[in-house]
Nanobody
Framework: QVQLVESGGGLVQAGGSLRLSCAAS????????MGWFRQAPGKEREFVAG????????AYADSVKGRFTISRDNAKNTVYLQMNSLKAEDTAVYYC?????????????????WGQGTQVTVSS
């Protein structure tokens, strides 16, 4: 069983930055593909970014390309989401997810483990 704990959410003004972290335990981290999803009130949970086991391959939703960066530190069992140039529409609960499947995964159904979520609120 994999446990995921997110941190780093908060309130920020539009145009600002935040870095989310997700610490994983319960399985060798370098065998997990990781992803970030978000869910705004009244909306479906949507893919934001994903990263492969090694970190060499990443994928992003079109809405965050060029503003968000996903990275991982396998020595620290942690995946990050650097969010720059934040917009009001980025406001959501952000979830970390993990899967043992290879490659970068962009579909919610591909992920087996989920964190509890962290709130990001961007004020305009």
């Amino acid at each position: 069983q994999v446990q995921l704990v997110e941190s780093g959410g908060g309130l920020v003004q539009a145009g600002g930055s935040l870095r989310l972290s997700c610490a994983a335990s319960g399985r060798t981290f370098s065998t997990l593909a990781m992803g970030w999803f978000r869910q705004a009130p009244g909306k479906e949970r949507e893919f934001v970014a994903g990263i492969s086991w090694s970190g060499r391959t990443t994928a992003y939703a079109d809405s965050v390309k060029g503003r968000f960066t996903i990275s991982r530190d396998n020595a620290k069992n942690t995946v990050y989401l650097q969010m720059n140039s934040l917009k009001a529409e980025d406001t959501a609960v952000y979830y970390c997810a993990a899967t043992g499947k290879q490659g970068v995964r962009t579909k919610r159904a591909d992920y087996d483990y989920w964190g509890q979520g962290t709130q990001v609120t961007v004020s305009s």
